[in-house]
């Protein structure tokens, strides 16, 4: 259910029109650059690089690239100036909404300052925020950032990176959005209503944003963050293969060859038997969650997920379940 929340703050239906805003306009600044009219803003690990490709194939949407440019929250970026951001929007038509997905504005209070920043600069702009079961998402955020390798427990992790728990606290970033955006600007999604039925709940976000309605064709896979171990084994293949050029022979031929041969090379061994095998011997290294520490989780979580199941109008007690099967792809 795609979600937008009305002035009491119970849950709605968006849009209740499927007709297309006929009154768009294009937002820009003084300087005439053009600003986004919705931002995906989380959670991280959630399926938002899933709803960001789909949105990407509406005609009538221009989503950036990079999908995160994260411009509101980090510092470093922000300074840079807000006509080098609305450069990510410079390609796009009249009839377009423009569109980002940044995962980090909604990592209060690790980013401080993402709300205030992105209200200043773009008060108009709709909302979209996806979640899923908390302590399953927090787990997917876990085995993310052991992607290199395991170096710490799940227990070791959440101490030292209290942002895992935090951007997981849903209604405390919903708040945090709520304090500079009205609710009506605000879309929440959950990911097993995406994957249970993807294309209402598309209809549901095309609504919400204005969109003439659009086949957006077969719902596909859940694009996931390999947290099985594949972005390491691509590490070390590529060490590997760094290792062997520069044996004289070896190096000197792999000059010559041609791109198409290297990226077949590349693929073999990633996806072969030396690929599996540095998967395997990463997935052993990663600690799995336990029925305490979920327990422990879901305790730390209670009164924000009491707060979040009200502010929907939805029971998601199935959530909290002592065991969860297996997930071998990690949403993004």
């Not at 957006?216 to 390491?232: I, K, Q, S």
Request: net charge positive; charged share 25%; proline share 7%.
């Amino acid at each position: 259910m795609c979600s937008s929340i009305d002035a009491h703050g119970k849950a709605g239906t968006g849009v209740d029109s499927s007709t297309p805003d006929d009154a768009f306009a294009p937002v820009r600044t003084a300087n005439g650059g053009r600003l986004p009219d919705f931002v995906i803003v989380g959670s991280p690990k959630c399926g938002t690089t899933t709803l960001y490709q789909h949105l990407q194939r509406h005609p009538d949407v221009f989503m950036s690239t990079p999908k995160e440019p994260s411009f509101f929250s980090r510092d470093e970026r922000y300074r840079n100036g807000l006509e080098s951001y609305c450069e990510l929007f410079a390609g796009a038509a009249d009839h377009q909404r423009c569109g980002e997905a940044s995962t980090t504005y909604t990592r209060w209070p690790t980013f401080p300052n993402t709300v205030d920043r992105l209200a200043d600069a773009a008060p108009h702009v709709k909302l979209l925020y996806l979640v899923r079961n908390p302590v399953d998402r927090l787990y997917s955020f876990y085995a993310h950032r052991m992607r290199e390798r395991a170096t710490m427990d799940m227990d070791t992790f959440l101490d030292a990176t209290p942002e895992a728990l935090h951007s997981g606290m849903y209604m405390s970033q919903i708040e945090q959005l709520l304090r500079r955006f009205p609710r009506e600007q605000l879309c929440v999604l959950l990911l097993e209503d995406l994957i249970r039925d993807t294309p209402k709940t598309l209809e549901q976000v095309a609504r919400f944003l204005g969109l003439p309605q659009f086949d957006f064709g077969p719902a596909g896979r859940l694009v996931a963050n390999r947290g099985d171990g594949h972005h390491a084994a691509t590490q070390k293949v590529t060490a590997i293969l760094r290792t062997i050029k520069r044996t004289p022979l070896v190096g000197h031929a792999a000059r010559l060859a041609p791109a198409a041969a290297k990226k077949r090379v590349f693929r073999w061994l990633q996806e072969g038997p030396v690929g599996r095998h540095l998967k395997t011997r990463h997935n052993r290294q990663l600690t799995p969650m336990s029925p305490a520490l979920r327990r422990r989780l879901f305790s730390l979580l209670e009164e924000d997920l009491a707060a979040f199941e009200s502010f929907l109008g939805r029971d998601l007690s199935h959530w909290n379940e002592t065991q969860r099967p297996k997930v071998e792809e990690q949403p993004t």
